[in-house]
């Protein structure tokens, strides 16, 4: 691996990391800035994990992921399964929610947009990697 991007990875693993206490105390706060903030962030932070999973894919496309696996989990509350797990084990809660809320789409929406800028803002201020000189 380049010596370059190991920080630039390193930081992206705690910017990703930062974002679960950040989302969680965003959800303390009072009505919908809680509410569409956490979710916000909900979506940053799988995008997050998503760069890191696979750090040399497009912003685009995994703030396209980001997106779906978001709302994929926000329709799976329209079932039982999250509020039978979370009965079962309730940290789960905090990662599949219990209730649906359209508005939750929305911001995840936001949060894999936000998330897409600030992946291609640092794909941008990557150093690019010089053609070999020969001695």
Do not use: K
């Not at 496309?61 to 509020?83: H, N, Y």
């Not at 797990?85 to 209730?99: D, E, I, N, S």
């Amino acid at each position: 691996m380049n010596e370059r991007r190991r920080p630039r990875r390193r930081l992206l693993v705690i910017a990703t990391l930062a974002l679960i206490p950040t989302g969680l105390l965003v959800r303390l706060l009072p009505g919908a800035a809680g509410d569409l903030g956490g979710g916000t962030l909900y979506a940053m932070l799988i995008a997050g994990l998503l760069a890191c999973l696979a750090p040399r894919a497009r912003p685009w496309l995994i703030g396209l992921t980001a997106f779906a696996i978001s709302a994929a989990i926000e329709l799976l509350q329209l079932t039982t399964v999250p509020s039978t797990l979370a009965q079962a084990f309730p940290p789960a809660r905090f990662v599949l929610g219990t209730t649906f809320a359209v508005t939750d789409l929305v911001a995840y929406a936001v949060g894999s947009a936000l998330a897409v800028g600030c992946l291609a803002v640092a794909h941008r201020s990557q150093p690019r990697s010089t053609a070999r000189t020969r001695d």
